[in-house]
C-alpha cells in the first residue's frame, strides 16, 4: 500500500484534479469529507489528507510514504529523509520581502513573516541581521501599522499588497508544489512510486 499525503487547501484542490486526469479517482470527495484517509480505485493507493506544515513530518518518519507540498513548506522545515522526485508546477507563487515605499534595509530591522527560518537566512545571505516577528495570519498589516518594518510574504499577484499600499522590493524564491518521497519507501516501492510519478509528470502531454 503506498501512501500519499497532500497538503489542505489549494495544492489539495489542484492535486485531485492532477490525480483524476491519471485515473486515479478517490471514493470519497477530499474537498468534501471529513475523513483523512481516503482510498481510490487504485487498491495500492490511498490518499491522506494533511495539514500543509506537518506533510514533511509525516514523509520523515514513513508514516506516509509520498507527499504533495509547498516548496514553501520545506523551507520551514528541517525534515531531510525524502527525495524530490518532481516539481507539479501547482500553486505557483513566489516568496518576497516586502515593505512601505521609500524604506531601506538597515541593520536590526523588524521582519513579520510565517517564514522565520527562509527570512533570517535570506538577510544573512545579504549581509544583514533582523529581527524576526513570527505571525499567522494578515502579515501585510505588520508595516501598515508600524508594527515591522519589512515583511517576508508569499504572493501570487501582488495585489493585496499594491491595496495595501506597500512595495515587493526582493523576490527569495519561486514557490510551486512538490512530489516528494520517504528514501525507504522509495527503495522498497520504487517501481510503484516511478511508475505513478511519471504519470503524473506526464499527464499534461
Do not use: W
Not at 495539514?51 to 520523515?60: E, G, N, Q, R, S
Not at 495595501?164 to 527569495?172: S, T, W
Not at 522498497?188 to 499534461?204: A, C, H, M, P, Q
Amino acid at each position: 500500500m503506498i501512501r500519499l499525503a497532500i497538503s489542505k487547501g489549494r495544492i489539495l484542490e489542484q492535486a485531485i484534479d492532477i490525480l483524476s486526469k491519471i485515473n486515479v479517482i478517490c471514493k470519497y470527495d477530499p474537498l468534501n469529507t471529513r475523513k483523512l484517509i481516503i482510498p481510490t480505485n487504485k487498491r495500492e493507493l490511498e490518499i491522506v489528507v494533511i495539514k500543509a506544515t506537518d506533510v514533511p513530518l509525516y514523509i520523515d518518519s514513513g508514516k506516509v510514504d509520498l507527499g504533495i507540498v509547498g516548496i514553501d513548506t520545506l523551507l520551514e522545515d528541517s525534515a531531510s529523509n525524502y527525495y524530490r522526485l518532481a516539481d507539479l508546477e501547482i500553486s505557483k507563487c513566489r516568496l518576497v520581502v516586502a515593505g512601505n515605499p521609500g524604506t531601506k534595509y538597515f541593520n536590526n530591522m523588524k521582519v513579520a513573516t510565517k517564514y522565520p527560518y527562509a527570512a533570517k537566512s535570506y538577510f544573512e545571505e545579504v549581509g544583514l541581521q533582523c529581527s524576526i516577528l513570527k505571525l499567522y495570519g494578515s502579515i501585510e498589516l505588520a508595516p501598515v501599522l508600524g508594527l515591522s518594518d519589512f515583511i517576508v510574504d508569499i504572493v501570487e499577484s501582488g495585489k493585496t499588497l499594491k491595496e495595501n499600499n506597500l512595495k515587493e522590493y526582493d523576490k527569495i524564491a519561486d514557490i510551486s508544489s512538490l512530489l516528494i518521497a520517504n528514501k525507504v519507501s522509495y527503495k522498497f516501492n520504487r517501481t510503484k512510486i516511478e511508475t505513478l510519478v511519471s504519470k503524473v509528470i506526464n499527464y499534461g502531454k
